[in-house]
């Protein structure tokens, strides 16, 4: 059972809503049109068209004196302006249809009527102000960002790729091996060890390695501390190592990351996106400023060279 | 970061350039540094796609401007933001919306002009309506009458009938009214502008409640529950406080001479403080506890415990 309160002020309210008083057609109105129809121009008029039928008036003279003016100064006769089909007056012409609809509105003496209304107006108020704003604001919404209905409704993942399942079982076969908040050095041999190392502290087996292609021992020691920082030469000498890891030293990677995709032969093949993504590698894109570009040209794995003038200068050329 | 001029001295050129497109194209999709590649894969394996639905995959925006069109201009008819519609555009002459104000100032504007003739017609065609210029001028049968008006009024005659009088005075008021147009250009225009948008707003909620299904005659009469509902929404009514909007017509109809009306408005206003006291956890002791005092006596149901004995006895040994 929901539990719900009523303030104070709700309960203080509530018996004379409950028995009809407390909401009436708005003071400001009733007291003008009052005002009106007792002004010395208009309160006769009222009489006449009120005593139109006892003083035998026919249908044409009554329907005269209602729309007197409507189409000139309709206040000048209270008729109701001309133009408007779906609104008729009868003989306590327009002020008679304002006091009119305003009591209907009310519920003409029960409140409840007046608030089921209340109700429904404002669930079609707030449901169409929905749909009006919304387009509205499609408009400039995203301005020219839009790259197609596939990438807004899979959050930009087909900006990668279009080949959605494909692409998620390469993701899938990789385990942990890409560190999502390290993207600026994917591919790159320390990006690819400080993973590994995040995940499974360092592997004795690699470090041999490391030393004997020429990889200074302190560097290699130092490599477990996410902060490192190495030269470049000695990433190349890091790549060159990592060419010969292979068999049961590099399944033990695999296998601590928790990698099971097919055809990776040795540590190097991790820095390979063609290997990586064996399944999709062909439908991988990126978003350039000339538009979705292929990373691949064919399936045999040869680069989009165009990228080099496509992509952002920045990732192409080390920024002084 | 690794640029590809640095990557490619360091892996095959090729495999870098792949890398560094690969890192951008990964880095667009929102927040995906903060996932872990399990997490990532995950999501994009079931992503769905507009496969085989060409005429959406062709869409150069996502929203067509014939689309966005269509609802501004066939739903946004209100008088709120963008046109959209509030509460007041549906029943907004009960709160005296628009007329309200407009019928104030139509009696201001007549004490600005000299409308003594047209009054004379309208007091004259009154008269004639209630016959008392009227007389039997031959018995019959069938009988004959005169209505005829004094000299010194509008229209001052004998006329065969009360009608024929009155339409000879229709005539007298709408060239006394060509007048007064003349003569007060800028009252009669105000006049007309205001008599149009009462008219403009009546023709509009018509309008509008057929469409949200407003119909006053179906209405359930007492629906008591109906009020209850609104007496629980009052403080969230009281949010709505745009031009237009809930605040403004609940205030508009509520009758401050009485303590119900301000305990309404009271109500809304109260609504409105919530958000302000319960965001920084001010607490009021407004709402009073709805749990009964005493609590209700529990019922006697049947027995559904085991005793101790019972339990025994099923134990299988």
Redesign the interface.
């Known amino acids: 059972m929901t539990?719900?309160?009523?303030?104070?002020?709700?309960?203080?309210?509530?018996?004379?809503?409950?028995q009809n008083?407390?909401?009436?057609?708005?003071?400001?109105?009733t007291?003008?049109?009052s005002?009106?129809n007792n002004?010395?121009?208009?309160s006769?008029?009222l009489?006449?068209l009120a005593?139109?039928n006892?003083?035998?008036?026919?249908n044409a003279?009554i329907s005269?004196?209602e729309s007197?003016?409507s189409n000139?100064?309709?206040?000048?006769?209270d008729s109701?302006?001309t133009?408007?089909a779906?609104?008729s007056v009868g003989t306590t012409l327009?002020?008679g249809?304002?006091s009119s609809?305003?009591a209907?509105?009310?519920?003409s003496g029960?409140?409840?009527?007046?608030?089921?209304?209340?109700?429904?107006?404002?669930?079609?108020?707030d449901q169409?102000?929905i749909?009006?704003?919304?387009?509205?604001n499609?408009?400039t919404?995203?301005a020219d960002t839009?790259t197609?209905?596939?990438d807004?409704?899979?959050?930009?993942?087909?900006?990668?790729?279009?080949a959605?399942?494909a692409?998620?079982?390469d993701?899938?076969n990789?385990?942990?091996?890409?560190?999502?908040?390290a993207?600026?050095?994917?591919?790159?041999?320390l990006?690819l060890i400080q993973q590994i190392y995040s995940v499974t502290g360092a592997i004795p087996s690699v470090s041999i390695l490391f030393v004997a292609v020429g990889i200074p021992v302190d560097v290699v020691l130092n490599l477990t501390n996410p902060a490192v920082s190495v030269t470049?030469s000695i990433?190349?000498l890091m790549?060159t190592a990592m060419t010969q890891i292979t068999g049961q030293a590099l399944n033990q990677i695999l296998s601590v990351m928790?990698v099971t995709t097919a055809g990776i032969t040795t540590m190097?093949d991790l820095?390979?996106?063609?290997k990586l993504f064996p399944n999709s590698f062909e439908s991988?894109?990126?978003?350039t400023k000339f538009g979705n570009r292929g990373?691949?040209v064919n399936s045999s794995g040869?680069?989009?060279?165009n990228?080099?003038t496509q992509?952002?200068q920045?990732?192409?050329?080390?920024?002084a | 970061m690794i640029a590809y001029d640095r990557l490619s001295q360091i892996v095959p050129a090729d495999q870098a350039l792949a890398c560094k497109a690969l890192s951008v194209s990964l880095q667009q999709i929102s927040g995906i540094s903060t996932l872990q590649l399990p997490e990532l894969a995950a999501a994009v394996t079931p992503q769905q796609t507009t496969y085989d639905l060409p005429l959406i995959s062709a869409l150069t925006v996502a929203v067509p401007e014939s689309v966005a069109n269509y609802f501004t201009s066939t739903l946004a008819v209100g008088t709120g933001s963008s046109n959209s519609i509030v509460v007041c555009d549906l029943l907004g002459t009960a709160g005296g919306y628009v007329s309200g104000p407009a019928m104030a100032n139509t009696v201001t504007t007549f004490s600005t002009m000299d409308l003594d003739v047209l009054t004379e017609i309208y007091y004259t065609m009154s008269q004639v309506a209630s016959g008392i210029w009227t007389t039997e001028t031959d018995p019959g049968p069938p009988p004959v009458y005169s209505t005829d008006i004094p000299l010194g009024y509008p229209g001052a005659g004998s006329y065969p009938t009360q009608d024929d009088a009155i339409q000879a005075l229709i005539v007298l008021a709408q060239a006394e009214i060509s007048s007064l147009i003349l003569i007060y250009p800028t009252q009669t225009t105000n006049l007309t502008v205001d008599w149009d948008n009462m008219a403009s707003q009546l023709s509009l909620e018509k309008s509008l409640q057929a469409q949200a299904g407003i119909q006053f005659a179906n209405l359930q009469p007492n629906s008591t529950s109906s009020m209850y509902g609104f007496i629980f929404g009052l403080p969230s009514y009281g949010r709505d406080t745009q031009v237009g909007g809930v605040t403004q017509l609940v205030e508009s109809v509520a009758d401050y001479t009485n303590f119900t009306g301000q305990a309404v408005i009271a109500c809304l206003r109260e609504g409105r403080n919530q958000p302000y006291l319960q965001g920084i956890g001010i607490a009021t002791n407004a709402p009073i506890p709805a749990d009964a005092n005493p609590p209700p006596p529990t019922a006697n149901l049947i027995p559904s415990t085991y005793t101790a004995q019972q339990a025994a006895n099923l134990i299988v040994v």
């Not at chain 1, 209907?104 to 519920?107: F, I, K, L, N, W």
């Not at chain 1, 749909?131 to 509205?136: C, E, H, M, P, S």
């Not at chain 1, 920045?314 to 920024?319: A, D, E």
Request: with cysteine.
């Open positions: 539990t719900s309160y009523l303030t104070a002020l709700q309960l203080d309210a509530s018996p004379g809503l409950l008083t407390g909401l009436a057609a708005n003071l400001e109105l007291t003008a049109i005002a009106y002004t010395a121009l208009i006769p008029y009489v006449t005593n139109a006892v003083a035998g008036l026919s003279t005269t004196l007197l003016a000139s100064c309709p206040a000048l006769a109701l302006p133009g408007y779906t609104l327009f002020t249809l304002l609809t305003a209907s509105y009310m519920g029960d409140l409840t009527k007046f608030v089921q209304a209340l109700n429904q107006a404002q669930s079609y108020a169409t102000s749909f009006i704003n919304t387009a509205v499609s408009q919404y995203l839009f197609g209905m596939n807004m409704i899979t959050g930009g993942i087909t900006q990668v790729n279009l959605t399942e692409f998620g079982t993701l899938t990789l385990g942990q091996l890409i560190n999502l908040n993207l600026d050095d994917f591919g790159s041999p990006g470049d990433q190349r790549y928790g190097a820095l390979n996106p063609v991988l894109t990126v978003t990373i691949y040869s680069v989009n060279q990228l080099l992509l952002p920045y990732v192409v050329r080390t920024i």
